[in-house]
């Protein structure tokens, strides 16, 4: 399902990467008390009274060679383009400026919902203070403080009031899978090379694609399958279009609504870090992968071309060790026939349910082959195990101590549950659990 999208915008050194951070729960953006500061992770997935969604920290959306104000600005577009709820963050210790007035007259005009957010209002005494903020039309300031935590809930109580009822969620059961992968590796062509039909716009410059196209198809198998390609035309005169951390943003909202992630790869250029930020959000998504090397027809290829880009491929990625490869291209179809019966498969097995019995047959036969090893004198203990979820696959395994199972038993036990069971393309999660 696609999350709704939550978007934190003001002007620098308000506070907008700590509040980000209190409502992901973890320390994700770096945070100084320097404007600009915020260089780290800006999305995540939050949740509150049960309804998760995706939160953004426009501020470590960075527009190189830009002045400072028009740098806010596209900024608060970029909230426009992609939030449901946009939270405009002001500081109650420097008091109303210009340039929060500028930020709110951009986001008047957008007919999105908007949360006021009064930061820095430490103590009691300071609310007396926020009601300059009602001058900027957006109703009643919440007053919090990203240092001591105070007035989250009543703002995040706010924010999900203006939540889609519908949350996005797809209302058919077809097999939803999307191309993601940095610009110009070829997304686009292989959406049009499989439909047949010129279906989005292809271009060689890199960031043409811009909005989310969902086409559905049937194969002459009969299976049918609903395309999510982060596809459509350039809105001209943007110029985030090609920062790395809105690319990989836009890819993420494809994930959410996925069950297979295409991760496309591009021969001609090699793998690139940004390929690896991407295809680790997918991971972490817990979608089923299908890795797609396309241009394979550039290349000028051997016998051992396909296996050394093959070796590659698993040496950079290592944690995606369980997706099928698949090397095809867009300009003469060379293996794209193949893609969506491999969907398929990835797709079952992102949905394979095991039973407990046959489940706890295999882990005892593990611990046979190879018994957990003593941990400060004290041995591993697996009792049972079961599955508890799929997309992805979820066990939980319980224990005597969990702290007593290393990470490398943890992923022996995984392989062996990969010898016996077919997961290929999806990932397993192993979940310890201490026997009560």
Same mark, same amino acid.
């Given at each position: 399902?696609?999350?709704?999208?939550?978007?934190?915008?003001?002007?620098?050194?308000?506070?907008?990467?700590?509040?980000?951070?209190?409502?992901?729960?973890?320390?994700?953006?770096?945070?100084?008390?320097?404007?600009?500061?915020?260089?780290?992770?800006?999305?995540?997935?939050?949740?509150?009274?049960?309804?998760?969604?995706?939160?953004?920290?426009?501020?470590?959306?960075?527009?190189?060679?830009?002045?400072?104000?028009?740098?806010?600005?596209?900024?608060?577009?970029?909230?426009?383009?992609?939030?449901?709820?946009?939270?405009?963050?002001?500081?109650?210790?420097?008091?109303?400026?210009?340039?929060?007035?500028?930020?709110?007259?951009?986001?008047?005009?957008?007919?999105?919902?908007?949360?006021?957010?009064?930061?820095?209002?430490?103590?009691?005494?300071?609310?007396?203070?926020?009601?300059?903020?009602?001058?900027?039309?957006?109703?009643?300031?919440?007053?919090?403080?990203?240092?001591?935590?105070?007035?989250?809930?009543?703002?995040?109580?706010?924010?999900?009031?203006?939540?889609?009822?519908?949350?996005?969620?797809?209302?058919?059961?077809?097999?939803?899978?999307?191309?993601?992968?940095?610009?110009?590796?070829?997304?686009?062509?292989?959406?049009?090379?499989?439909?047949?039909?010129?279906?989005?716009?292809?271009?060689?410059?890199?960031?043409?694609?811009?909005?989310?196209?969902?086409?559905?198809?049937?194969?002459?198998?009969?299976?049918?399958?609903?395309?999510?390609?982060?596809?459509?035309?350039?809105?001209?005169?943007?110029?985030?279009?090609?920062?790395?951390?809105?690319?990989?943003?836009?890819?993420?909202?494809?994930?959410?609504?996925?069950?297979?992630?295409?991760?496309?790869?591009?021969?001609?250029?090699?793998?690139?870090?940004?390929?690896?930020?991407?295809?680790?959000?997918?991971?972490?998504?817990?979608?089923?992968?299908?890795?797609?090397?396309?241009?394979?027809?550039?290349?000028?290829?051997?016998?051992?071309?396909?296996?050394?880009?093959?070796?590659?491929?698993?040496?950079?990625?290592?944690?995606?060790? @369980? &997706?099928?490869? =698949?090397?095809?291209?867009?300009? /003469?179809?060379?293996?794209?026939?193949?893609? +969506? #019966? *491999?969907?398929?498969?990835?797709?079952?097995?992102?949905?394979?349910?095991?039973?407990?019995?046959?489940?706890?047959?295999?882990?005892?036969?593990?611990?046979?082959?190879?018994?957990?090893?003593?941990?400060?004198?004290?041995?591993?203990?697996?009792? @049972? &195990?079961?599955? =508890?979820?799929?997309?992805?696959? /979820?066990?939980?395994?319980?224990?005597?101590? +969990? #702290? *007593?199972?290393?990470?490398?038993?943890?992923?022996?036990?995984?392989?062996?549950?990969?010898?016996?069971?077919?997961?290929?393309?999806?990932?397993?999660?192993?979940?310890?659990?201490?026997?009560?």
């Amino acid at each position: 399902m696609a999350y709704p999208v939550v978007a934190i915008v003001g002007r620098p050194n308000v506070g907008k990467s700590t509040i980000f951070n209190r409502i992901a729960g973890d320390r994700i953006s770096i945070v100084e008390d320097t404007p600009g500061v915020t260089r780290d992770r800006i999305y995540t997935r939050a949740e509150w009274l049960t309804k998760q969604f995706r939160l953004i920290d426009t501020g470590g959306i960075e527009m190189s060679d830009q002045p400072f104000m028009t740098e806010i600005i596209q900024q608060a577009e970029i909230a426009i383009d992609e939030a449901d709820v946009i939270v405009l963050m002001v500081s109650g210790r420097e008091g109303l400026t210009d340039a929060d007035e500028q930020v709110a007259k951009i986001l008047y005009r957008s007919n999105k919902p908007v949360v006021l957010a009064v930061n820095k209002v430490d103590n009691i005494e300071m609310r007396n203070d926020i009601y300059d903020f009602y001058a900027l039309g957006f109703g009643e300031p919440f007053p919090i403080s990203g240092s001591h935590g105070t007035g989250l809930g009543d703002l995040l109580d706010e924010i999900v009031k203006h939540f889609p009822t519908d949350e996005g969620v797809p209302d058919d059961d077809t097999i939803r899978f999307s191309f993601i992968g940095r610009p110009n590796v070829g997304k686009s062509s292989l959406v049009n090379a499989i439909l047949g039909e010129d279906r989005v716009i292809v271009s060689d410059i890199a960031g043409t694609t811009r909005d989310a196209i969902d086409t559905k198809f049937t194969t002459p198998e009969g299976d049918e399958f609903t395309m999510v390609d982060t596809a459509g035309i350039r809105k001209r005169g943007k110029v985030y279009e090609n920062t790395e951390k809105y690319s990989v943003m836009r890819a993420m909202r494809a994930i959410d609504d996925s069950n297979v992630v295409l991760m496309v790869l591009n021969a001609e250029e090699g793998i690139r870090d940004q390929d690896k930020h991407v295809a680790g959000y997918a991971h972490e998504a817990g979608r089923a992968i299908v890795i797609v090397v396309n241009k394979w027809d550039t290349l000028e290829k051997d016998n051992h071309t396909m296996k050394e880009f093959e070796d590659l491929i698993r040496a950079e990625f290592q944690y995606l060790s @369980y &997706a099928p490869i =698949v090397f095809v291209s867009a300009v /003469t179809k060379q293996r794209l026939n193949k893609l +969506p #019966e *491999l969907i398929k498969q990835v797709n079952d097995n992102h949905q394979r349910r095991i039973q407990s019995s046959t489940l706890n047959d295999v882990i005892m036969d593990a611990l046979a082959l190879n018994p957990a090893p003593n941990m400060n004198g004290k041995r591993l203990r697996v009792y @049972y &195990a079961t599955q =508890v979820a799929i997309q992805p696959p /979820t066990f939980v395994v319980f224990v005597n101590e +969990p #702290e *007593l199972m290393h990470f490398s038993y943890q992923r022996f036990l995984e392989n062996q549950i990969r010898k016996a069971f077919d997961f290929t393309g999806t990932p397993i999660h192993i979940i310890k659990r201490a026997r009560t």
